[in-house]
């Protein structure tokens, strides 16, 4: 209980786009930094975006850059990341991370209070 939980993962062809989001029940994520991260197959989990607490700052991996787009609605306590361009090398299982201690630049480091379980995302060519 209180876990983040994504959705809106699937299949999507190259140059398509998605919405991925992250919901709490039983627990407000208004105060954390929230993060996106994602795990290809045979490769190490890797920093995608994040977003302050106040929703005013956020960075990005040079490679989603001018792609995706992070945002929160401390309303609904979801956070979300549209994806837009994909490409194959976007397919990864994407978890999102909330980090109490973190701000928007150093929530890339990974050390984040809370995790997700995930939710897969494939772009075909």
């Known amino acids: 209980q209180g876990q983040p939980v994504e959705s809106g993962g699937g299949v999507v062809q190259a140059g398509g786009s998605l919405r991925l989001s992250c919901a709490a029940s039983?627990?407000?994520?208004?105060?954390?930094?929230m993060g996106w991260f994602r795990q290809a197959p045979r490769k190490e989990r890797e920093f995608v975006a994040a977003?302050?607490?106040?929703?005013?700052?956020?960075d990005y991996a040079d490679s989603v850059k001018g792609r995706f787009t992070i945002s929160r609605d401390d309303f609904t306590n979801t956070v979300y990341l549209q994806m837009n361009g994909l490409k194959p090398e976007d397919t990864a299982v994407y978890y999102c991370?909330?980090?109490?201690?973190?701000?928007?630049?150093?929530?890339?480091?990974?050390?984040?209070?809370?995790w997700g379980k995930g939710t897969l995302v494939t772009v075909s060519s």
């Open positions: 039983g627990r407000t994520f208004s105060s954390y930094a």
């Open positions: 977003i302050s607490w106040s929703g005013g700052t956020t």
């Open positions: 991370a909330a980090s109490r201690a973190a701000d928007a630049t150093t929530m890339r480091l990974g050390r984040a209070d809370f």
